[in-house]
């Protein structure tokens, strides 16, 4: 029987999915280019298995303790968890291999962790280079001015898999405040794309609820979505 829950989240997520694919086909995208992760932090696993059951693959955690245990046991084949949050270089062992993508690697010292991590574990683990696009002090992410480094750092490195750029906008922005910080990564990813052919730096994560919509139109690949998706789902 179909629970008020279920309903509840059905709906929700289906609105997500609709408003997906009109950004994408705004910008002249299928759906099918935009990667809808779940951000599941401030839910339990009951949550995310039921999100599951209606369809999603992918779900974003920001603290590696919480993801887990979280996450300790039965976890289905193709669920993808990615790491969102900030990452302290002493947690690099406990991520690697258990995300399938890293979206916040902002500085050496730590692709130098992961690498030597993964390389440890024998695999190689995909990484996103977060940037602090709107210089906001407050916020971690590379600095604009320091992305060459960090890709010619983070590609001499062979355990790590460089996919793209992550970034976030100001938390206090309306979603057209918001764009130009999109506009500005989708043209950084452009000329790094151009400057290192030997990259593969086509990923690239940028939209939260508040302001998905306008990042799929500036060229969002992934959009980390939580509240417009589990906001009901603990009562």
Avoid: W
Avoid at 8 to 25: D, K
Avoid at 166 to 174: D, E, K
Avoid at 182 to 201: G, H, N, P, S, T
């Amino acid at each position: 029987m179909t629970t008020t829950l279920d309903t509840g989240l059905r709906q929700r997520i289906t609105t997500v999915q609709e408003t997906i694919a009109a950004a994408a086909a705004r910008s002249g995208r299928a759906a099918s280019s935009v990667r809808l992760v779940a951000v599941c932090k401030t839910v339990d696993r009951s949550a995310v298995d039921a999100a599951y059951a209606l369809g999603l693959r992918s779900f974003g955690e920001n603290r590696v303790q919480d993801a887990l245990a979280k996450f300790a046991e039965d976890v289905p084949s193709d669920l993808d968890l990615h790491m969102i949050g900030a990452l302290q270089t002493n947690k690099a062992r406990q991520v690697v291999g258990t995300f399938s993508l890293i979206h916040s690697l902002d500085r050496r010292s730590l692709a130098d962790e992961l690498d030597r991590r993964a390389s440890q574990a024998g695999i190689v683990q995909p990484v996103l280079i977060q940037v602090n696009v709107g210089r906001e002090p407050q916020k971690h992410g590379c600095d604009v001015e320091g992305i060459p480094a960090l890709i010619e750092h983070t590609l001499a490195r062979p355990a790590l898999a460089l996919r793209g750029f992550m970034t976030m906008a100001p938390l206090t922005a309306t979603m057209e405040e918001a764009r130009p910080v999109f506009v500005e990564m989708r043209e950084i990813q452009a000329r790094m794309a151009a400057r290192y052919l030997e990259a593969d730096l086509a990923e690239l994560s940028m939209g939260m609820t508040n302001d998905y919509p306008a990042a799929i139109e500036e060229g969002a690949t992934l959009v980390r979505v939580g509240r417009a998706i589990f906001q009901d789902s603990r009562g």
